[in-house]
């Protein structure tokens, strides 16, 4: 029974955009996660992006076969791991800062594109004071089309 118990107090199933907003400071256009669909605390973090047409980057990114920048699709796997630092460390973290440190053996897979939803999947590799490492993911309906190791750094907004 305990070990239930314990299973329920480290995962939260689902976190809407509002509850987002108030654990990490991005905003409109560059927040790039709308839901999260499943935290387990200190272990992993997965969340949505839906991705439409109506999407600024499109405009230039490109007009006539428009594809989500990569850059993009790493900010997100950023977002969903700072997530999970956020929900990790508790209430007194919501709303500082998760610096990128570094990204490393990103590869994209395939396209992008206005229709797709991306889950994005971060897993904590290892944390060490404020440093956090993980390996993130990103499918499209069980595809994986983008995959990163990414280290970031928690702090205060100064």
Not at 26 to 44: A, G, T
Not at 130 to 150: D, N, S
């Amino acid at each position: 029974m305990t070990s239930s118990l314990n299973q329920q107090d480290t995962t939260q199933k689902c976190i809407d955009i509002m509850r987002i907003m108030e654990m990490i400071p991005h905003r409109y256009p560059f927040l790039l996660i709308d839901r999260v669909i499943k935290v387990e605390k200190d272990v992993m973090a997965v969340a949505l992006k839906n991705v439409t047409i109506n999407e600024g980057f499109f405009q230039g990114h490109f007009p006539r076969g428009p594809v989500m920048p990569g850059v993009l699709i790493i900010e997100a796997m950023a977002q969903a791991a700072a997530i999970l630092v956020v929900s990790t460390l508790g209430p007194e973290s919501e709303g500082k800062l998760v610096y990128f440190m570094s990204v490393d053996n990103a590869r994209f897979r395939q396209p992008v594109v206005p229709g797709d939803q991306l889950v994005i999947y971060a897993h904590k590799d290892r944390s060490r004071g404020p440093v956090w490492r993980f390996k993130a993911e990103v499918k499209v309906e069980q595809k994986l089309v983008a995959e990163a190791e990414i280290a970031a750094m928690i702090r205060d907004k100064t």
